[in-house]
């Protein structure tokens, strides 16, 4: 019988890919960190913006929100939560929302600020996203939808060293 593989391709190839991708899979991370994430955002009652180089030794969890989005709210309160458990171990939660937008979610422990205008054609389209830095600020992990506690714990876990 012949196979429908490329020649390139035997079965030893195969299963060493898919054995990587499942180890891959079981830490948390489909894919190797990407390249140095920089961007600044706006906090109310700041003059001067902040930007994620100010947060280099720290992991990162970004969560993208905006008014009306129910499930951007989850979202903000799970990353409040995972920063009240984790931020002595180094983790940091910021909540950004597009510009032009002057409000913050109230009852959550989270840095909230607006993104600038410039570098949002390179961020997240979709209502909630998150997107996690490592402690150099490289992205480790892109997500488009909400994201719950213990699938976030699972990623950052490892990254904090707890």
Request: overall charge negative; proline content about 6%.
């Amino acid at each position: 019988m012949e196979s429908s593989l490329p020649l390139r391709w035997n079965r030893r190839t195969v299963l060493s890919v898919l054995a990587g991708m499942a180890a891959g899979a079981a830490c948390g991370r489909s894919r190797e960190p990407g390249p140095v994430l920089e961007v600044s955002f706006h906090v109310p009652d700041e003059p001067v913006p902040r930007s994620f180089s100010s947060f280099r030794g720290r992991v990162i969890l970004v969560g993208f929100w905006t008014a009306g989005c129910t499930m951007c709210d989850q979202q903000l309160a799970i990353l409040s939560r995972l920063h009240d458990k984790y931020s002595s171990a180094g983790l940091v939660c910021v909540g950004l929302y597009d510009l032009g937008q002057t409000f913050t979610m109230a009852g959550v422990t989270i840095l909230q600020g607006a993104i600038e205008s410039s570098q949002a054609a390179e961020l997240p389209k979709e209502r909630p996203a998150v997107l996690v830095l490592d402690r150099e600020g490289r992205l480790v992990e892109k997500y488009s939808q909400l994201v719950e506690d213990e699938d976030l714990e699972k990623l950052v876990q490892p990254l904090l060293g707890v």
